[in-house]
């Protein structure tokens, strides 16, 4: 279970963290209506999933609080690349993580990285 709070949906913003179905996403878009005659504002927020990738919407009233996660961010170094998983070090707390080696940023051994954790999930964002 994701550690989280809430925050009211228009106080959301591009860049932020919220969890969809459970799921960690980055929202991309946000769009607000105006009240009208019979209702309340809407929020319509589209994000990806931070862990999966996955495009998600989201789409409530402007007053209903929306779920954010608690997200760590951290500094790390890269233990031992094994195949399609590496091995990190935090360089505060000097925890090691196994995770899947991303796709996107080339790394060696050795490399310090930034990283993301949200409950067990933990992303490479990028290299430093």
């Known amino acids: 279970m994701v550690e989280k709070k ?19 996403c980055q929202v991309r878009d946000l769009e607000t209506s ?10 319509r927020i589209t994000a990806i999933g931070v862990f999966d990738g996955q495009k998600r919407n989201l789409m409530q009233p402007g007053t209903d609080d929306v779920e954010v996660p608690i ?12 195949g399609e998983t590496i091995q990190i070090m935090d360089l505060e707390t000097y925890q090691t993580y196994e995770i899947p080696k991303p796709k996107d940023v080339p790394l060696q051994q050795g490399d310090e990285v930034e990283y993301i954790k949200a409950d067990e999930n933990i992303k490479v964002v990028r290299k430093r």
Do not use: C, E, W
């Open 34 to 43: 105006k009240p009208g005659k019979h209702g309340a504002s809407k929020a």
């Open 71 to 82: 997200v760590d961010k951290g500094n790390a170094q890269v233990v031992a690349v094994m």
């Open 6 to 24: 809430f925050v009211r949906a228009t106080q959301i913003r591009p860049g932020n963290y919220i969890l969809i179905d459970g799921a960690v």
